[in-house]
Nanobody, 117 residues
Framework: QVQLVESGGGLVQAGGSLRLSCAAS????????MGWYRQAPGKQRELVAH???????TYADSVKGRFTISRDNAKNTVYLQMNSLKSEDTAVYYC???????????WGQGTQVIVSS
């Protein structure tokens, strides 16, 4: 059974930090690059960071230099350390395999991040 459980979101002031965690089932985690997506109100879901099975990270330009993605293969968990947060980072954050489709793949409940200016 597929499981994706995101946590760690919250309300933070601009310039602050949060660390998100995502516990994934082994069926997804072990063989796939994993990513953090976000969806702001009225906008499409976007991939902001992903990490290969070899640990190589890739970032969207909007978060490069501020966010750090990592994975713990022993715990089937992927993390997103978010620093220097901006109001435009406000969104619901989801984790999933890279290439997950919005309508046909399973998604967890996400974790809400609100950055106040």
């Amino acid at each position: 059974q597929v499981q994706l459980v995101e946590s760690g979101g919250g309300l933070v002031q601009a310039g602050g930090s949060l660390r998100l965690s995502c516990a994934a089932s082994g069926s997804i985690f072990s063989i796939n690059p994993m990513g953090w997506y976000r969806q702001a109100p009225g906008k499409q879901r976007e991939l902001v960071a992903h990490i290969g099975t070899n640990g190589r990270p890739t970032y969207a330009d909007s978060v490069k230099g501020r966010f750090t993605i990592s994975r713990d293969n022993a715990k089937n968990t992927v993390y997103l350390q978010m620093n220097s947060l901006k109001s435009e980072d406000t969104a619901v954050y989801y984790c999933n395999r890279v290439g997950a489709r919005l309508m046909s793949d399973y998604w967890g409940q996400g974790t809400q991040v609100i950055v106040s200016s």
